[in-house]
């Protein structure tokens, strides 16, 4: 078992993913992982929905390759109305989604770097209806500093190994 | 299970307001206008209100006769949806550009906004969006907008450099100017020079290379790149290990607007702290150009001269404050700089010549500058973990927060806070994007005042002081109407006498200040403008207030209209 999905098997025991377990709501960060793909238009696209009671985004977190054109659509499976408040360049973007619903949301972002939106009606943000857009890649040469490179942060992983 | 109901597309935050994003043309903002910005005192055209740094304004309708009776003439509040990068940390510390009756002004989180200068009307909006995880030693923060050529200018945290169009608030352009995996970001106000718009960098906390950036104002293209850490074989690389990596790393960022002098053609820039910040062993020298001015040829970019006021610095005493001009008795061309250090500092600005050096605070004990302009450290960190207490603390005798000159009295009104840190070092191996700092540091929780300190330039002579329970952690404002506007960190908004320090006015703003005030008119009627909102690197600065009430509203006084 790799140390992501043992980690992954604590947070299913300790009964963190689901609403109204140990805590009232579903810790956040605890859905799944997704990925959006790039078409020949080179906007990246990916589905997100909303399953029923979970009162999350499924994948929670979306990976990006790089920062651009996104489009989302979004899929409202619950037996409840939510929304989604996301973050774009020029300004936020918001979409409402009844019982239900099926909607498209168009943002454009800079990578690299990582995004929060959420359902702002009610307490949804604090039940759990937050998502990551996460955009991958670096900036490009011309905005790097003048400098050879230099060393990173490591993994936790990569520090256990190493020590 | 039936079709789902077609939800549409996502819309604009902002179509769901009143506001329609439309502010009405204004007159071309150009260069030569903002040469000439002291001759149409009814506008506050950039940062500092003219290239000079003075922050002062002729405008004289609100007067030591008349300030009492000063009161609001409209709020501005700004707002926050959802989960946002440094969410404790936001702070409104912008200064407010006014154009022919339009308010330019940005907020926390790549906000900015025109708003109608006579009514608080919002015009029109825009939010750079802001990665959640975006390096940011000091708060969510931007200090302000330059305004020119039909547009708009903003630097955002993630390091992009984004030109509006000042009717629209539509994105006219939209550059990148910085790595934001190396723990870059940009918090400074754009400053419009001939043709090009000057953006500094910021992460001195992270271990970057400090630079001054020059962009086309109508294409954000980069005309030149004045870095303040020299490479090995360049001038100033003396004062770096010569086989080591320091410089690299070294700092000395750019994260406060220039002064420029139009006849020398010199832009006049305060740079930043060495990293790591306390550990000094690693950094051997003087490391040079940090905690410096350094003039810079406008249009080549090259550095002419430098002053280094902090020599290998290992308390945080950036230099990025303003440097401001003015001219001598004899007509001398001068420039003032109030550092972190405590000390106060009068050059010469045609070449750099220390022409006299005093002390403004109270308290100093990290070292000694002598008249002559000699630096010896005396107290410091220097061991591995063992404690070591200073004054000033790490945010300086003087913040980065603006001190003011008035023509009218010969005085500089410099905000000063009065508050001391102990730094233990720590030293640590360098990894791009985490703070490098080489020390633990705890600012004192008590035993803190400030003051505003009216102080005669050319002689150093403190003409009078208003003292203040907490140290003064917001811009200075003075004008022709006599008075000296300073905000304090309870939020207090307060007007002294000029010439005696005397307390004519206050306003309660409910949070504390951490902007820079600026004023203007509209239709005869004069208005004086501050964003409040405390926050930032209150831990830094003053954490004896870290629990005190957050706020993100600009206020605008005016006087009565009968």
């Not at chain 2, 740094?53 to 003439?73: E, M």
Request: aromatic fraction near 10%; charge should be negative; include cysteine.
């Amino acid at each position: 078992m790799t140390a992501e999905a043992g980690a992954r098997n604590e947070v299913v025991e300790a009964g963190l993913d689901r609403q109204n377990g140990v805590t009232l709501g579903r810790l956040m960060g605890t859905g799944s992982v997704g990925y959006a793909e790039e078409g020949s238009d080179g906007v990246m696209r990916a589905t997100v929905r909303i399953p029923e009671d979970q009162l999350i985004f499924e994948p929670q977190i979306l990976v990006v390759p790089h920062g651009g054109e996104i489009e989302l659509t979004l899929i409202n499976d619950d037996k409840n109305t939510h929304c989604a408040v996301l973050p774009c360049n020029a300004d936020n973007k918001i979409i409402w989604l009844v019982n239900h619903a099926k909607g498209t949301a168009r943002l454009k972002l800079d990578g690299p770097g990582h995004y929060y939106y959420g359902s702002t009606t009610g307490n949804d943000e604090g039940r759990g209806l937050n998502g990551a857009i996460v955009i991958g890649g670096e900036v490009p040469d011309e905005a790097k500093l003048d400098r050879p490179p230099q060393p990173r942060p490591q993994s936790q992983a990569q520090a256990q190994a190493q020590s | 299970m039936t079709d789902y109901v077609d939800a549409g597309e996502a819309v604009p935050h902002r179509s769901l307001s009143a506001v329609n994003q439309s502010a009405p043309a204004t007159r071309n903002v150009d260069y030569d206008r903002i040469v000439d910005a002291t001759s149409e005192p009814e506008n506050w055209l950039t940062y500092y209100g003219t290239y000079d740094g003075q922050r002062y304004s002729r405008l004289d309708q609100i007067s030591k006769d008349n300030v009492r009776r000063l009161a609001p003439a409209w709020v501005f509040q700004s707002s926050s949806q959802g989960l946002q990068a440094g969410a404790s940390t936001y702070s409104f510390e912008a200064t407010p550009l006014v154009v022919d009756g339009v308010m330019y002004v940005t907020g926390p989180d790549g906000k900015v906004w025109a708003i109608d200068a006579k009514t608080g009307t919002e015009l029109w909006r825009y939010k750079h969006a802001t990665p959640f995880d975006v390096s940011l030693c000091c708060g969510n923060v931007n200090r302000g907008v330059a305004v020119g050529h039909g547009k708009v200018y903003m630097a955002t945290l993630n390091c992009h450099v984004v030109a509006l169009d000042a009717q629209t608030g539509e994105p006219v352009w939209d550059v990148i100017v910085g790595d934001v995996r190396a723990g870059e970001s940009r918090t400074v106000a754009p400053l419009i020079v001939k043709d090009m718009l000057l953006v500094g960098s910021s992460g001195g906390e992270f271990g970057t290379r400090g630079h001054l950036d020059a962009l086309d104002v109508e294409t954000g293209e980069r005309r030149w790149r004045c870095y303040t850490i020299p490479k090995p074989g360049e001038p100033g690389s003396e004062t770096w290990p010569d086989d080591g990596e320091a410089w690299q790393r070294g700092g000395a960022n750019c994260w406060i607007t220039p002064t420029y002098d139009p006849e020398l053609n010199l832009i006049y820039q305060g740079t930043g702290n060495p990293a790591p910040d306390f550990d000094g062993g690693v950094r051997e020298g003087d490391n040079l150009y940090t905690d410096s001015v350094v003039a810079i040829d406008a249009d080549s970019g090259q550095i002419r001269w430098h002053y280094q006021f902090t020599p290998h610095d290992l308390w945080d005493y950036d230099s990025t404050m303003e440097n401001l001009l003015f001219d001598g008795p004899d007509g001398q061309k001068l420039l003032a700089h109030a550092d972190k250090n405590g000390y106060f500092f009068v050059l010469d600005r045609t070449n750099g010549e220390l022409q006299r050096v005093f002390p403004f605070v109270d308290r100093i004990t990290w070292g000694e500058i002598t008249p002559d302009g000699k630096v010896t450290a005396k107290v410091y960190p220097d061991e591995e973990g063992v404690p070591v207490h200073f004054w000033p603390g790490p945010a300086g005798g003087k913040e980065w927060t603006h001190m003011t000159y008035s023509p009218r009295t010969g005085l500089i009104y410099v905000p000063v806070q009065e508050v001391g840190a102990t730094a233990t070092r720590r030293r640590r191996e360098f990894r791009e994007s985490i703070p490098y700092w080489g020390a633990g540091v705890a600012v004192d929780l008590d035993d803190h005042y400030g003051f505003v300190a009216a102080i005669d330039p050319n002689t150093g002579e403190e003409k009078w002081r208003w003292r203040n329970e907490y140290p003064m952690c917001a811009s200075t404002l003075c004008t022709a109407g006599g008075l000296v506007f300073q905000g304090t960190p309870t939020g207090e908004f307060v007007a002294l006498d000029e010439e005696t320090g005397e307390k004519l006015w206050s306003f309660q703003c409910g949070s504390g200040h951490h902007s820079s005030p600026s004023t203007y008119s509209v239709d005869g009627r004069q208005y004086i403008a501050v964003p409040t909102g405390w926050g930032g690197w209150v831990e830094g600065f003053l954490p004896g207030l870290l629990g005190a009430a957050a706020g993100s509203a600009m206020f605008v006084f005016a006087l009565p209209e009968n």
